[in-house]
C-alpha cells in the first residue's frame, strides 16, 4: 500500500480510536483486553482498508472491533474471572475524603456501570453504539449486521432491563 | 393510533427515529393516554440516565503509540505472516512485527559477531516485540513503588526505576525479558507516542563508560555502563530526546531518591 493510503488511512480511520476503544471496554469488560482486541482491530482494518471505499467510517471501524471482540470472547470464554469495574468503582467509592453527594452520585454509577455489564453482549452492544457512541440505527444495523427492526427491539428490551435494575420503572410508575 | 402500535413505536420515538408523521401519530396518542405516557417517560428516563452517566472512554496513549510503531512498519499492509515462536493466536494479526524483528536478527546475524554484537540483536528483538499487543508491560504501572517490588522474585536483578514524568518521560511499566539467553529487567518510559524500553543487568566490568547510540532499523539504541550494572536503552524517539531521557535517567541513577 503506497504512502497516500496510509496518510488516508490514519486521517479517516484513527479519528474514531477513541470509539472504537470504548466499544471494546463494555464488550470485554476490562482494560487490557479492550487494548489487545483494538490494536488488533485497526491492523486489521489496515488490511481490509483497499475494501473501504466512501462511508462511514467509524461504522465501518466499529464493526471491525466488534467482531474481534466477539472473537476474542468465544477463545477466551471462562479462561479467566473478570470482575466488570468492581474494584475500580470501589476504589473510588470508599474514598473517606468524598463528599455525601458526591459520593451518592458515584454509587449511582457504580450502579449503572454494574447493570450494564450484566446485560448479554447483543443488549450491551445496541446500548453502547446508542446511548455512548449516539449511533443511528442505521448505522447499528451496520456495526452489528442485523435489520433495524431487530436493532429497535433489542434497544427496547434492554432498556426494559436497565429501567428495571436501575428501580426507574417503579419511580417513574410512582 | 392503538395503544400496541404506540408501544411498539415507542422506542424508536425516544431515539428520534421515526419519520415525521409517525411521529405526530404518537405525540397525539401520547397527550390522551396515560398508560403509554407512563410507559414513554420509563424509557425516555433510562435513556437519559444511561446518556449522562455511562462513560466515554479515551483510547489510551499506550494503545495509541502500539497502534502507531505497528502502522510505521513497512509491512503493516501486508498479509499477517504465520507465527514462527510461540503460539499466540489472538496476536496473530501482529504477526508482522515478529517478522520484522527476525529479518533484523538475520541481517545483523550475517555481520561479523560479538557479545555486544548479540546483545544488540536481542534488544532491538526484544523492543519491537514488547510493542505487539499485550506484550509491552508485565506490570503497568506509573509509579515506580508499584514496578520496582514486582522485579523482586521474578528476577535476581532489581532495575532503577526513577520518577522522570516531572521532565516528560511518564513510567509506562516493567516486564521480564531474554536477553543473552538469561532473564533481564525492561522498563518501560514513554514520551509522546514513542516507547523506551530500559533493559540493565549486572556486570563484572567496572569501568564506567558513557551513553553510545547506534542507529538499527530506524531505532536508535544507547548503551552505557555505570556501577557495575550495563544499561541499554532502544526507542524509536529522535536522538536528542532520547539523550535527555538517558542523561536525566542516569543521572536519577546515580543519586536514587528514596
Known sequence: ?174 | MRCADCRDAITAYVDGELLGEEQRDVDEHLASCAECRSEYDIAAETSRTLKEGLVRYAAPDVLKARIRSALAQPSAFEPPVPLPRRSWPRLAAAGFLIAAASSALTFSAMRPGSTRRAATNDILASHIRSLMPGHLVDVASTDQHNVKPWFNGRIDVSPEVPRLDSIGFPLVGGRVDYVGGRPVPAVVYGRRQHMINVFSWPTTDASALAPSVSTENGYHLVHWRNGGMELWAVSDLNVAELRQFIDAFSRAEASPER
Open chain 1, 1 to 174: 500500500m503506497a504512502q497516500r493510503d496510509a496518510e488516508r488511512f490514519e486521517r479517516i480511520v484513527l479519528p474514531h480510536l477513541d470509539d472504537a476503544y470504548t466499544l471494546a471496554r463494555y464488550l470485554l469488560r476490562d482494560e487490557h483486553d479492550a487494548q489487545d482486541v483494538v490494536q488488533d482491530a485497526v491492523l486489521r482494518a489496515l488490511r481490509y482498508f483497499d475494501g473501504y471505499r466512501d462511508g462511514d467510517a467509524r461504522a465501518w471501524l466499529l464493526a471491525i472491533v466488534r467482531n474481534c471482540c466477539l472473537t476474542w470472547q468465544r477463545r477466551h470464554r471462562g479462561d479467566r474471572v473478570t470482575v466488570p469495574f468492581a474494584d475500580e468503582v470501589a476504589e473510588r467509592i470508599s474514598d473517606p475524603r468524598e463528599t455525601d453527594a458526591l459520593a451518592i452520585q458515584r454509587s449511582d454509577r457504580a450502579m449503572l456501570e454494574r447493570a450494564v455489564a450484566a446485560l448479554p453482549t447483543e443488549f450491551r452492544e445496541v446500548i453502547v453504539l446508542r446511548e455512548v457512541e449516539g449511533l443511528s440505527y442505521k448505522e447499528i444495523s451496520d456495526v452489528v449486521g442485523a435489520p433495524m427492526g431487530t436493532v429497535m427491539s433489542r434497544l427496547a428490551r434492554a432498556r426494559k432491563r436497565l429501567a428495571s435494575a436501575l428501580g426507574i420503572d417503579a419511580r417513574e410508575a410512582s
